[in-house]
C-alpha cells in the first residue's frame, strides 16, 4: 500500500443490511441523521458492530475514526469504562422499579448546582422527548399557546406544526419533508425567526401579544451569538411575559462543564438537555427556574421509563467525569488544533473551503460555486476510503486523541489532493462516484 492509496474496501455488507432494513423498518433508520445518503452512499458505512473511545468497526470489518461521535451524544467516547461500569453496577442491582429510586434526586441535585438557571429537573429519554416536556412546562406555565423558536428541536407535533404554514420552513427544517401527520389544527402554533434578527424577534412578540408561551432556541450552533444577542432575547422576553428555553441538547456539556449559559452569561427560564448529558445512554432533561417548573406539578407529563436508572446513572456519572476529567478543557484543545491544521492544509492546497466554527464542533465550508454539494460528497467519500467517518464538521469528544487526529490530517491531506485535481482538471462531477447528497438538514441556528 503507498502513502496515498485508501485502505477502504467495501461496505457491501452495511449497504445489504440498509437495502433490508428498508423492506421492514419505513425510512430503514431511527434517525434521518444515520442515513447513509447523508453521507457518501456506496462507501460510508450504515451499520456498526463496535466502538471505542473515538473509532467504531462497522459490518463489513472496517475500522473507521468517527467524527460524528453518535450525533453527539458521546462526549468521553464510546464505551468509557467509568460510565459504563456505573452502567453495569446499577443493573445488578434492578434497572426500574415500581417506585422510585434515590439516583433521581442524585442527579436533580447535581443538575440544580451545575446549570446556571436549574432550581427544579424533570427527566425524559431523548432531545426531542424533553424538548417537549419543556413546552408542555411553557404552556402550562404561562397558559398560552403559541411557541417563537429557532432551530431543530426533534420530531413532535409542537414542533412540525410550523411546517403547516407552507414553504416557509423549508429554509430552515428538512426540505421536502412534509408535516404528513401532524394535526392542521396546529396550524399557526409554531412560528419561527431568524437567529441573531432581534427586531423580527421583536415584532413577532408584538404580532403576537399575548399569546405567546415561549421563545424556544438553542442558543447557539455552529458560531458563538453576536454581542449582546441573547440578553437583548432574555430581556425581551421579560417584557413580554414569555419564558425564554435554550435547548442545549447539541450543545450539551462540550463548551463547559455547566452547558452554554456560563458561557452566554444569560440565564433561561427553562433549558434542555440530552445526548452528551448521559453519554450514549437514553437520557433527557428539563431544568429550569422554580417559578417555571414548580407548575408542572399540576400538569400530565409522565411516563414509565423517565425513572429508567440505567440513563439516570449514566448521566450522573458522565457529568462527573466530565468535571473531575476538564473534559471541555480537552475537547476545546482539539478543536483549536483541527482548525489550525485543517486550515494549513486547505491554504497548502488552495482549496476553496475554510475551517471554523465553535471549538468542539468546527466545520469544513467548501465554496465550489455549482460544484459545491459534489465537492461535499467527494470529500465524505474520499475521507471515508481513508477510514474517516464524518460529515464537513467535527463532533469531537474527549476520547479523541493524537491519532486520531493524525489520521484524520493525513485523510484529509490525501483528500484535498484528489479534490485540487478535480478542480484543475474540471472532472469533479467524475470524481463522486457515490451518490450525491441531495438534502442537507437545515437548522434555523447556524
Ligand atoms: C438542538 C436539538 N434539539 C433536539 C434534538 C432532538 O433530540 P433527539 O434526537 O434525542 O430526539 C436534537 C437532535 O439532533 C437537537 O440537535
Given amino acids: 500500500m503507498t502513502d496515498n492509496t485508501p485502505h477502504f474496501t467495501s461496505v457491501a455488507k452495511s449497504m445489504e443490511l440498509y437495502h433490508q432494513a428498508g423492506a421492514i423498518i419505513p425510512g430503514a433508520t431511527q434517525l434521518i441523521s444515520r442515513r447513509p445518503t447523508r453521507y457518501a452512499y456506496g462507501f460510508s458505512p450504515a451499520f456498526a ?56 434526586l442524585e442527579l436533580a441535585e447535581l443538575l440544580i448546582e451545575r446549570i446556571p ?33 429557532c432551530g431543530y428541536h426533534g420530531w413532535h407535533d409542537w414542533y412540525l406544526a410550523a411546517n ?5 420552513l423549508d429554509d430552515h427544517l428538512f426540505p421536502g419533508i412534509d408535516p404528513i401527520g401532524v394535526p392542521v389544527a396546529l396550524k399557526d402554533t409554531a412560528i419561527p ?43 425581551l422576553a421579560n417584557q413580554h411575559g414569555v419564558l425564554l428555553i435554550f435547548d442545549e441538547v447539541s450543545s450539551g456539556f462540550r463548551p463547559t462543564a455547566s452547558g452554554a449559559q456560563p458561557l452566554v452569561g444569560v440565564e ?11 453519554n450514549g445512554y437514553p437520557m433527557g ?15 400530565f407529563i409522565s411516563s414509565t421509563y423517565w425513572s429508567d436508572t440505567l440513563g439516570i446513572q ?74 474517516v467517518h464524518m460529515n464537513t464538521s467535527f463532533y469531537i469528544n474527549a476520547a479523541h486523541g493524537d491519532d486520531e487526529v493524525q489520521k484524520t490530517l493525513k485523510a484529509i491531506d490525501e483528500t484535498f489532493l484528489v479534490i485540487r485535481h478535480g478542480l484543475d482538471a474540471e472532472v469533479i462531477p467524475d470524481l463522486v462516484e457515490a451518490i450525491p447528497q441531495t438534502e442537507a438538514f437545515k437548522r434555523l441556528v447556524r
Avoid at 442491582?93 to 433521581?104: A, K, L
Avoid at 403547516?164 to 416557509?168: A, F, Q, V
Avoid at 433561561?268 to 448521559?278: H, N, Q, T, Y
Fill in 49 to 104: 458492530v463496535s466502538a471505542k473511545g473515538g473509532c467504531f468497526t462497522d459490518v463489513d470489518g472496517n475500522e473507521f475514526v468517527d467524527w460524528v461521535s453518535g450525533i453527539g451524544a458521546m462526549i468521553l467516547g464510546y464505551c468509557d469504562p467509568v460510565v459504563d461500569n456505573a452502567v453495569k453496577s446499577q443493573i445488578d442491582t434492578g434497572t426500574m422499579y415500581s417506585i422510585s429510586h434515590p439516583v433521581e
Fill in 117 to 149: 438557571c436549574a432550581e427544579m429537573v424533570r427527566f425524559a429519554k431523548g432531545g426531542g422527548d424533553a424538548c417537549a416536556v419543556s413546552i408542555r412546562i411553557a404552556r402550562g406555565t404561562t397558559g398560552k399557546d403559541k411557541i417563537l423558536f
Fill in 164 to 168: 403547516l404554514s407552507g414553504e416557509e
Fill in 193 to 235: 425567526f431568524a437567529y441573531g434578527d432581534i427586531d423580527a424577534l421583536a415584532s413577532l412578540l408584538e404580532q403576537h401579544h399575548g399569546e405567546i408561551a415561549a421563545i424556544m432556541m438553542e442558543p447557539f450552533r455552529s458560531q458563538l451569538p453576536p454581542t449582546g444577542y441573547l440578553q437583548a432575547v432574555r430581556t
Fill in 268 to 278: 433561561p427560564d427553562l433549558a434542555v438537555f440530552a445526548k452528551s448529558i448521559s
Fill in 285 to 299: 432533561a428539563v431544568v429550569g427556574t422554580r417559578q417555571a417548573m414548580q407548575p408542572a406539578a399540576q400538569m
Fill in 314 to 387: 449514566a448521566a450522573l456519572t458522565t457529568l462527573k467525569e466530565v468535571e473531575r476529567r476538564d473534559v471541555p478543557a480537552t475537547i476545546h484543545a482539539t478543536g483549536q488544533r483541527l482548525k489550525h491544521d485543517v486550515s494549513n492544509l486547505i491554504q497548502q492546497h488552495s482549496i476553496p473551503a475554510t475551517c471554523e466554527g465553535v471549538d468542539w464542533h468546527p466545520y469544513l465550508r467548501f465554496d465550489g460555486g455549482h460544484n459545491t454539494a459534489l465537492i461535499n460528497t467527494l470529500f465524505i467519500q474520499e475521507m471515508a476510503k481513508r477510514g
